[in-house]
C-alpha cells in the first residue's frame, strides 16, 4: 500500500530552466511533507519542507507547493543546475503516527548543461 | 559541525553470520530512526528510537531484527542470522524533538550497504 507516489521514474531538465517534481499522497492524516535528495553512495540530504497549513514554501532555488484538496505536493528548482542531478524523494509524515517518515519512490533529476 | 555518523559504510557478511550497525545521531539530537532501501525502492521506516526505549518498531521484521539506543554510545541495529534478502543500504536519522515540539525534520547519515553472500 503505497501512501506516497511519486510517478515520474525520472525527469529531464535543461540547465538554467524550472524543474518540477511531483508528489501524490493518499492518507489524509499526512500533515507535514518534505524533500530530500540524494547522490548515489550518499545518505539523503534534508531540501524543505512544508506544514499542512500552508500551501507554499520557499527556500532560495526551491519552492514547495502542496495542494491539500488534491493531495499532492510539487517541488520546483529554479533555475536548475548540474549540480542538482540527484534522486529526489518526497516524503510525509502524520501526528497520528509519530515521527517515521512515508517515502515515495523517488524521481531521477537529470539536468543538462 | 557533525551530522548523522554511521558505520560501517559498508559490511559484507555470509548467510547465517551477525550484522552490527551504528549509528550516532547528531549532536543535541535525541531522536534515532532507521530506515531501510531495497534496490529501486524509496526508503522503508523500521524503527524509532530515543535514549533507551524503542517507541516505535512497526516497521521492524518480528524476527532476526533488533535495535537498542544506549543511555552512553551509539544506536544499534542488529541483524542476526542475515540472509540474502537482508542486502540493502540501511540510513540512520536524527532528529531533536519528537513532533509535540512542531516540526521534526530528520536528518540522515550516509548509509550501511549491507551486502550478504
Known amino acids: 500500500d503505497q501512501q506516497v507516489k511519486q510517478n515520474s521514474p525520472s525527469l529531464s531538465v535543461q540547465e538554467g530552466r524550472i524543474s518540477i517534481l511531483n508528489c501524490d499522497y493518499t492518507?489524509?492524516?499526512?500533515?507535514?511533507f518534505l524533500w530530500y535528495k540524494k547522490y548515489p553512495a550518499e545518505g539523503p540530504t534534508f531540501l524543505i519542507s512544508?506544514?499542512?497549513?500552508?500551501d507554499k514554501n520557499e527556500d532560495g532555488r526551491f519552492t514547495v507547493f502542496l495542494n491539500k484538496s488534491a493531495k499532492h505536493l510539487s517541488l520546483h528548482i529554479v533555475p536548475s543546475q548540474p549540480g542538482d542531478s540527484a534522486v529526489y524523494f518526497c516524503?510525509?509524515?502524520?501526528?497520528?503516527?509519530?515521527?517515521?517518515?512515508?517515502f515515495g519512490a523517488g524521481t531521477i533529476l537529470r539536468v543538462k548543461s | 559541525n557533525a551530522g548523522v555518523m554511521q558505520n560501517p559504510r559498508h559490511l559484507v557478511r555470509r548467510r547465517g553470520q551477525e550484522a552490527r550497525l551504528r549509528c550516532s545521531p547528531m549532536?543535541?539530537?535525541?531522536?534515532v530512526y532507521w530506515y531501510r532501501q531495497l534496490p529501486e525502492e524509496g526508503l522503508k521506516f523500521m524503527v524509532y528510537?530515543?535514549?533507551?526505549?524503542?517507541?516505535?518498531e512497526s516497521g521492524m521484521p518480528k524476527e532476526r531484527f533488533s535495535a537498542e539506543f544506549p543511555k552512553e554510545g551509539p544506536s544499534i541495529l542488529r541483524i542476526q542470522q542475515v540472509v540474502r534478502g537482508d542486502s540493502a543500504a540501511y540510513f540512520c536519522?536524527?532528529?531533536?524533538?519528537?513532533?509535540?515540539?512542531?516540526?521534526?525534520?530528520?536528518?540522515f547519515g550516509p548509509g550501511t550497504r549491507l551486502t550478504v553472500l
Open positions: 492518507n489524509s492524516m499526512f500533515d507535514y
Open positions: 549532536k543535541g539530537h535525541s531522536h
Open positions: 528510537l530515543q535514549k533507551e526505549n524503542i517507541i516505535d
Open positions: 516524503a510525509a509524515s502524520a501526528m497520528e503516527y509519530g515521527n517515521k517518515l512515508v
Open positions: 536519522a536524527s532528529s531533536p524533538s519528537d513532533r509535540t515540539g512542531g516540526t521534526d525534520t530528520q536528518y
Open positions: 512544508i506544514s499542512s497549513i500552508k
